[in-house]
């Protein structure tokens, strides 16, 4: 499997595109202003109790209080308090935790008000992101992962991904870790640690003691409430979590980012560096690779099943769960073959489901409508096969057996916002009138015509692939009679992203001029 990770920057704000065989699986948009990201640690301030749901409300900055319950306190909570307590009022000088005394753990079955009260400060790491009239889920169980390691303040224990099975290389890992981590910290070991090497590991703790030094220094100087510690950005993030050799190359637009990017894999993959490229072209870089054609045709309700001939997926979203219902379309088939088509139809679209789900980060409860199959081992079949699918969801999980009925249940967690693309446009005819759209090409040669005036630079014009088939259509084109006018060639640059009239004018700087929409 070949991976490609394209990082567009555009209007304040990121997109980060991971493409798996040339078909797109996920997308990121990250706003520049975002300050409430998941593994984000801040020191908030308690708003008021709930007794009644044995939680409390915390004021962390955010125009909705986040929401603590006492399970996500974790055993250490009055360690974390006193370590908090004492770094405020400078009496901890150091982010060391060597000496430092641990408090008794509290109950795990106790209750809120006997531990915390109003106005308390607390140290916190947000686990969920706002989503709709909600605040965001945050824990004061504090853990800073690194590539190979997940660093625990305030807990001595090793522990190792239940992924290694090699007895003998847990051992190693053990030993190695045990020798290595810092005295008060616990480390839960990664999958990918693997057969790493000893400085591998050794400079991933280091970077993570690092970070918990920067986290103290910010305690330290910055008024309640206050982010101590950002995530790092999404890109970072997703090379963290999954990089291997499959990844054929990052692309980016922004060439401070390749720096970071290239500054980050010399950290985990130093051989591997030159496989990130800076994109300079004045056709955008989702444009370019296809990215917004693919929105366009995987958003919406009604969704393609590729190689299927015809069979497409209606997806629904509703305040409690989705439901996603398997159609076969056209492609139908009759006979002995009967049963076996339907399981092709079923497998071809569990494979687009388990793409779909990542795509829009679909959490909380699904609900999928097979088409009907009498034959169990059939059903038994299709179970595996989603099962199969959806391993490359790096987001817990949990996937039902058929039921009687031939519904198929997932669990997926939510911890961001669903993301969602509107595919559909505006009735530009719905007071009973449009501009010509004759009209907007003279609109547009106008601004041509002004701009060749005054200027000697070069000209692009985005503009949406049927208009931009119109104007470069024949020998004699539209295109081509600017060129004959003005003497200068306008570059026209189809986007699949626009509206039909919409229309951008940019010099070669990349500067937008004008700019129309219907």
């Known amino acids: ?60 900055g955010y125009e909705k209080d986040a929401f603590l319950h006492y399970q996500d306190l974790g055993p250490q909570y009055l360690t974390y308090r006193k370590f908090l307590q004492d770094t405020v009022s400078k009496r901890q000088q150091t982010s060391s935790l060597k000496n430092f005394q641990i408090q008794p753990e509290i109950d795990k079955h106790g209750t809120v008000d ?34 190979f390691l997940v660093l625990i ?8 991904s239940k992924k290694v099975k090699s007895a003998e290389e ?17 480390v839960i070991i990664r999958t990918v640690a693997e057969g790493k090497k000893v400085a591998e590991l050794h400079n991933d703790m280091n970077q993570l003691v690092d970070k918990w030094n920067v986290c103290f220094k910010n305690i330290q100087k910055n008024k309640t409430p206050a982010k101590v510690l950002s995530e790092e ?9 999954n990089f291997n050799q499959d990844f054929v190359s990052i692309i980016c637009d922004d060439e401070q980012m390749v720096n970071d990017m290239k500054n980050y894999l010399e950290v985990i993959a130093p051989e591997r560096k030159n496989i990130v490229q800076f994109y300079d072209s004045h056709i955008p870089l989702l444009e370019y690779y296809n990215v917004e054609k693919q929105l366009k ?9 590729p190689s299927s001939k015809g069979a497409y997926l209606v997806i629904e979203h509703t305040e409690a769960l989705h439901v996603i219902d398997v159609n076969s379309g056209n492609n139908i088939s ?5 049963k ?41 079949e299709l179970y595996e096969h989603l099962r199969e699918e959806m391993k490359r969801d790096k987001a817990k999980h949990k996937i039902l057996p058929p039921s009687k009925f031939g519904l198929i249940q997932i669990t997926r967690q939510r911890v961001r916002p669903e993301k969602q693309i509107d595919t559909k446009e505006e009735n530009p005819n719905k007071d009973g009138e449009i501009l010509a759209p004759i009209f907007v090409v003279e609109r547009m040669e106008e601004t041509i015509k002004d701009f060749f005036t005054k200027n000697k630079g070069k000209l692009y014009l985005h503009t949406h692939p049927f208009v931009e088939a119109y104007l470069t259509k024949g020998l004699m084109s539209q295109q081509m009679k600017w060129f004959i006018k003005y003497k200068k060639w306008v570059t026209i640059i189809p986007r699949d992203s626009f509206k039909y009239l919409e229309y951008r004018l940019y010099d070669a700087d990349k500067k937008e001029l004008v700019s129309y929409s219907n």
């Open 297 to 305: 045709q995987s958003f919406g309700k009604h969704v393609n099943i």
């Open 340 to 380: 076996e088509h339907a399981l092709n139809v079923n497998k071809m679209a569990a494979t687009e489901i388990a793409r779909q789900l990542r795509l829009r980060d679909m959490g909380g409860i699904i609900v999928v409508d097979f088409i009907d199959m009498p034959n169990p081992d059939h059903r038994k």
């Open 1 to 60: 499997m070949k991976k490609e990770l394209i990082i567009s920057y555009e209007d304040d704000a990121s997109k980060i595109a991971l493409i798996e065989d040339g078909r797109l699986f996920e997308l990121h948009e990250i706003k520049q202003n975002t300050d409430f990201v998941v593994g984000d640690i801040f020191v908030g301030k308690i708003k008021k109790l709930a007794p009644n749901l044995n939680a409390a409300f915390v004021n962390i």
């Open 153 to 160: 303040p305030f807990d001595n224990k090793v522990s190792i």
């Open 170 to 186: 847990k051992a190693r890992l053990k030993t190695l870790i045990e020798s290595i981590k810092p005295e008060g910290f616990g």
């Open 233 to 241: 950005d999404k890109a970072s993030a997703i090379l963290r979590d």
């Open 114 to 147: 006997k531990v915390m009260a109003a106005q308390d400060e607390v140290l916190l790491q947000i686990t969920k992101e706002p989503i709709s009239t909600k605040g965001p889920r945050i824990s004061t169980q504090i853990s800073l992962t690194g590539r």
């Open 334 to 338: 009759s006979g002995t073959a009967n």
